[in-house]
């Protein structure tokens, strides 16, 4: 008897598709993002996944980090993205306000952010983001901030 597959994995971003059909393709390299909105969500599985890579090369140039060393913190477990606002601001421009839940350390944590977005060559990036809480625990959010 052949042993059953097991079933697709859900994409993190909370979207209801599957991870291959949504963030998937963005964090492999194989399609960009097609919107702010879009990026954010591929963002926050890239934090849920600890892919470092892929959270700087999505960064804007003038803002981002040499490093972010996910590897060196407190590992922590996503729960769940809500997005509460996408404001594009024209073609190039727009403002994405999520709630992002996390634990660490079995402390449940929320981050409220509205983040900034800029599309350079046809590829959306981060650019920063405003704290709407600041998430205990966590000095100024870097590291494990998902937008």
Do not use: N
Not at 67 to 77: F, M, V
């Amino acid at each position: 008897m052949k042993a059953a597959s097991p079933p697709p994995a859900a994409c993190p971003c909370g979207s209801g598709k599957q991870l291959a059909d949504c963030c998937g393709p963005c964090l492999a390299g194989a399609a960009a993002a097609p919107s702010a909105q879009a990026l954010m969500r591929s963002r926050y599985v890239a934090y849920a996944l600890g892919d470092e890579a892929y959270l700087l090369a999505t960064w804007h140039a003038s803002t981002r980090p040499a490093a972010l060393g996910l590897a060196g913190q407190p590992q922590a477990r996503w729960l769940g993205l809500s997005i509460r606002r996408d404001d594009s601001q024209g073609p190039e421009q727009a403002r994405v306000e999520f709630v992002a839940r996390y634990k660490i350390g079995g402390r449940a944590h929320r981050l409220h952010e509205v983040s900034r977005f800029v599309r350079e060559g046809g590829r959306w990036y981060y650019v920063a983001g405003d704290l709407v809480d600041e998430p205990a625990g966590i000095p100024d959010g870097r590291g494990t901030r998902p937008g």
